[in-house]
């Protein structure tokens, strides 16, 4: 994996190309490190999450699920327990994503397949290449959505779309992909690094205990009724009213400048 940071954002590239960066154990543990010292450093204010070469991820590595590698007569099933799998990296990963306070954009760059695009959906801005895939393979080796795909995907797209993409796991373009309301937008595939980058280094300038508490707003949104969400909404401001930031962004406006958060 390819870790740089480049001012306050910290970009992360899966880097096992030949395999379209499919997840092994070792990736697993470098990306988790990864973003908790993003989530530990204060002087990084945005994640940039790309893969190399043609693809963002494939998923799984399935080079390492081989059944035919089990001693004859035993079972692939009981050898792999794949809910353990997911205990010990998925899941992990998923609520790592969900619960950084800091906004952690995804540059889909190609194929995204199984557990790869379950991951650039939790992230938290989509982008994607013209030329991406996404594809919820899992049904093509007779698996459930996971990494937080069926939780996911139908508060995206609606359940009929949500059934419909999982049961045939038929790609879907970068373009249905947006036009469904997947991700946010698409750009040309020489564009997708450069625009990604802007994007992310806007956010790491932004007010970023602001965009945490936005980001914890919206996630909550789905799980509460309106009278609870008025009520977190209340709390939230409350605290984001007390950044200086705030402070700095009204100051500015009344200044008629553009504001310099300091994510304070
Ligand atoms: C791969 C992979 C891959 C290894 C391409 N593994 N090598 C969670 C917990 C526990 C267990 C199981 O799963 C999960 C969640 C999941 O993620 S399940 C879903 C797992 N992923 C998939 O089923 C996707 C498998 N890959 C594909 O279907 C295709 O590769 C896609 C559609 C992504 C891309 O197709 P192509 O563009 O035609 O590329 P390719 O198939 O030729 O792949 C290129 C190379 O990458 C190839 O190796 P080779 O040595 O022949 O060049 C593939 O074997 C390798 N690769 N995905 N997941």
Redesign the pocket.
Known sequence: MLVVQHGAVLQITLNRP???N??NPAMHSALHNSLQSAADSTAIRAVLLTGAG??FC??????E?DPRQNSPGSNATLT?D?GK??ETY?NPLVRRLRSLEKPVVCAVNG?A????ASVALACDIVLAARSARF?Q??S??G?VP??GGSWLLPRLVGEARAKGLIMTAE?ISAEQAADWGLIWRVFDDDQLASEAAALAQRLADGPTRGLALSKAAIQSASENSLDQQLDLERDLQRKAGQTLDYAEGVAAFLDKRSPIFTGQ
């Open positions: 030949a395999r379209l499919a997840f043609r693809a494939a998923g799984q590595d399935l080079s699920r792999h794949l799998t997911l998925y194929v397949a199984g557990a790869g594809i393979a899992f093509r080796i698996l996971d990494t790609p």
